[in-house]
């Protein structure tokens, strides 16, 4: 897939992510060449991998039903939690780390980022950064913004601050909306293949009532299902695509012809 279009689609996902902010969101394509990749919507990887993740929790029934079932599939997942449910539930903060899965930053009470100054900002990621330290003993390496909104700058100076890769998603069900398991697992088992990062949401019935099923089926496909940092070690630069045959008359040279990033795609 070119770059354009993974851009194209990071920004689909965006736009559909959890309750529409209301504001357009800035394009969020930050990674640059020879630079280290600190932004990912999916991975390029070359065996049957992908992740599950599961934001907003942890919720006092929904996550240890989830992890129950995570548990008797050998499945791992990775879990953005919202610092002030880590704090609610602390217990179940522990469990999840103690039962193999990761633990990652969703900020402290779910407010959009990009409306923040940077003082406001360092609090909402410091708390939960430090309550999950204090916690669970993590320190935390990933961030997922909620509603997958923070600018360039913003994502470049978390990685700086504390080495968080910002990570979005290419599956999203769109499990806060519609509230049905059968919606849930058929949009997943749609779209999720190898190299997927899957969005959903520990607190709602719905989407654990869909996992049994959804899991079972990616199983029975052959899919592998690990962690997100997991994910990223295996990320590998996507070969060119193949050129197409018979190769076409060369264009004389122009300096229109590299492909360029959209700049303004927003959508309402
Ligand atoms: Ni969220």
Not at 55 to 81: E, I, S, Y
Not at 159 to 181: E, H, M, T
Request: net charge positive.
């Amino acid at each position: 897939m070119s770059r354009p279009f993974l851009a194209l689609l990071a920004f689909a996902g965006l736009a559909t992510a959890e309750t529409p902010p209301p504001m357009a969101l800035p394009a969020t394509a930050v990674n640059e060449p020879g630079r280290p990749k600190i932004t990912f919507s999916q991975c390029h990887v070359e065996g049957p991998y992908l992740a599950l993740t599961f934001d907003d929790g942890p919720h006092g029934t929904n996550t240890p039903r989830l992890l129950d079932m995570l548990k008797q599939r050998k499945v791992k997942a990775t879990f953005f939690v919202v610092g002030q449910c880590v704090a609610e539930y602390p217990e179940i903060a522990k469990r999840i780390i103690d039962e193999g899965h990761e633990i990652a930053n969703h900020s402290w009470s779910h407010p959009q980022l990009t409306k923040l100054g940077e003082g406001s900002v360092t609090e909402q990621l410091g708390k939960t950064h430090d309550v999950v330290r204090q916690t669970t003993g993590v320190t935390m390496t990933l961030l997922r913004p909620p509603y997958g909104a923070f600018t360039p700058n913003q994502q470049a100076w978390a990685f700086r601050k504390w080495g968080y890769r910002c990570i979005l998603w290419d599956v999203d069900p769109l499990d806060w909306k519609y509230r049905s398991a059968a919606h849930v697992k058929s949009e997943i088992l749609g779209h999720a293949g190898p190299g997927s990062i899957v969005l959903s949401h520990d607190i709602h019935k719905s989407t654990i009532d869909a996992m049994p099923e959804t899991i079972d089926a990616l199983l029975a496909r052959g899919l592998k299902f690990v962690t997100v940092s997991e994910l990223l070690a295996m990320d590998r630069p996507k070969p060119p695509a193949p050129k197409a045959t018979p190769a076409p008359k060369p264009a004389p040279p122009s300096e229109s012809t590299a492909a360029t990033l959209p700049t303004s795609t927003a959508k309402p």
